[in-house]
């Protein structure tokens, strides 16, 4: 008689699939931002364009982590769980609120073409651009890194292209709307 053949151990089901899922693909996305997320809370954007240099030197779109980022980026984009909502050509979704999970910033993903809504940044704005076609600019600057420091105001316009862009909002702070008077 021969030995009874061990039976094989239960499935553990199906696996999510990061694209398509957008539970698992916000998930993958914030571990990917995880430790992005605890180094700019290093980073204080009352320096403005100088923080933005030190993470244009610290963490080029080109580098690895950031180019892992912008994939799944531009994957939730592409399956339309990122950005799900459009105004005035302009797509856009929160990724997560401001947390201890996110070291205190709210994340918004935004692909745009042309000018957004104006808007005051109370705390500070720290933008990561990713070119998504042609050579864009953000308010005239490459893809990489842009900081707005506390009190602030713009109208975020891309030229020349498309953009992806992560918008990092201290505390999760925005007001949209005309500059204060």
Not at 28 to 54: F, N, R, T, W, Y
Not at 55 to 62: A, D, I, K, W
Not at 116 to 138: I, K, N, R, V, Y
């Amino acid at each position: 008689m021969s030995d009874p053949q061990p039976t094989p151990p239960a499935a553990a089901g199906p696996v999510a699939d990061p694209v398509a899922d957008p539970v698992a693909g916000k998930a993958s996305l914030l571990a990917v931002l995880g430790p992005l997320l605890a180094q700019l809370s290093g980073h204080d954007p009352k320096g403005g364009a100088e923080v933005a240099a030190a993470l244009n030197r610290s963490h080029p779109v080109e580098d690895a982590a950031m180019q892992d980022i912008f994939a799944k980026a531009k994957a939730g984009v592409a399956a339309g769980w990122l950005t799900p909502r459009e105004a005035d050509g302009v797509r856009f979704g929160r990724l997560a609120k401001a947390s201890a999970e996110t070291s205190g910033f709210s994340i918004d993903v935004v692909v745009m073409d042309g000018p957004g809504p104006g808007h005051t940044h109370p705390e500070g704005e720290l933008d990561l651009c990713f070119s998504l076609e042609g050579a864009p600019t953000f308010d005239g600057r490459a893809p990489g890194w842009v900081v707005y420091g506390p009190g602030s105001w713009h109208v975020p316009t891309v030229r020349g292209g498309r953009m992806l862009i992560l918008y990092f909002l201290p505390g999760g702070s925005i007001r949209f709307g005309p500059p204060e008077a």
